[in-house]
């Protein structure tokens, strides 16, 4: 089991959300304050540790086999998994934008908004 942060498509009433074959949810969480954060092309959400921006995500303890076979491989080529920091200190594993990435035109930074739901509900 490993702890991962989600911040997109597959928190809770996501269109991703059924990769976690029914993995329960941990908390509702935000990541620490060191973070930029992007929408890439509209498709899909992608943090990076360069900025001072918090997001909003939510935490699952999730099977190593369910991370391997079922979110892993469904994930676009930009984002890899990385360890970040939630807000509380404690460390989590997510997804991340690949540093090869950073200066992608596809991207528009939405570190104010700090929340994939509410960027999309724009």
Wanted: net charge negative; proline share 7%; glycine share 10%.
């Amino acid at each position: 089991m490993a702890l991962i942060f989600l911040n997109g498509g597959g928190m809770k009433g996501g269109p991703l959300h059924s990769q976690l074959q029914g993995t329960p949810l941990v908390c509702a969480a935000r990541s620490a304050a060191k973070y930029r954060y992007f929408s890439v092309g509209d498709r899909f959400p992608a943090m990076h540790a360069s900025g001072t921006g918090s997001v909003v995500g939510e935490v699952y303890d999730l099977p190593l086999t369910v991370l391997r076979d079922h979110l892993l491989p469904s994930e676009p080529p930009e984002l890899e998994i990385g360890v970040i920091e939630l807000e509380d200190g404690s460390a989590c594993l997510a997804t991340v934008l690949r540093e090869s990435c950073l200066d992608s035109p596809e991207l528009t930074d939405i570190t104010s908004i700090g929340d994939w739901r509410a960027y999309l509900r724009r």
